[in-house]
């Protein structure tokens, strides 16, 4: 994995080369086949990915289970992202209770991933702390800009459905 090419991911916005030299070995690149989901909303999340190629689509359920059945399996297309924008995946996996993926995604075309272990990710920020600082703060930021863009949504939600109720 090109240092870079890393640096220019917000997981790792105001690393040094030598920082970012730590992160190099502990990539793994894949290729993902267009229609394949390569992150299952619900599924134990132990990795993160950057999309270093590619289109991708974030789709969640419509519905909570209520029901070990399953139920109803309806989703909801969230968002495409291009590689252009080099997005990551799977954050939310990293702090989550029981590290569930929260949503499910799917390469629209065929995608070029470099994925990094969760363990591997921990283990060079616990060796490195001021490393581990940075990275750590980048991902609140991540997490943050995630959680305003899903409050807004809840509001647009609430409103049109706040709206259907009164007519």
Excluded at 86 to 96: A, D
Aim: a negative charge; proline letters at 2%; charged letters at 25%.
């Amino acid at each position: 994995m090109d240092v870079k090419r890393l640096e220019k991911y917000s997981i790792f916005a105001h690393l040094t080369e030598e920082e970012l030299h730590l992160f190099q070995g502990s990539f793994k690149e894949i290729t993902v086949p267009e229609g394949t989901e390569f992150i299952k909303e619900g599924d134990v999340g132990d990795s993160i990915y950057l999309l270093l190629n590619g289109t991708v689509e974030i789709t969640q359920n419509l519905t909570l289970p209520l029901s070990k059945s399953g139920g109803d399996t309806r989703e909801k297309a969230i968002i495409k992202l291009s590689s252009d924008l080099r997005p990551l995946f799977g954050e939310m996996s990293l702090f989550n209770e029981n590290d569930r993926r929260t949503a499910t995604v799917r390469a629209i075309t065929e995608c070029s991933l470099a994925k990094l272990m969760k363990k591997d990710l921990f283990a060079i920020c616990d060796a490195h702390p001021d490393l581990g600082y940075k990275v750590m703060q980048n991902l609140c930021q991540i997490l943050c800009t995630n959680l305003v863009k899903a409050n807004q949504n809840v509001l647009k939600l609430t409103t049109a459905f706040s709206l259907a109720l009164e007519r």
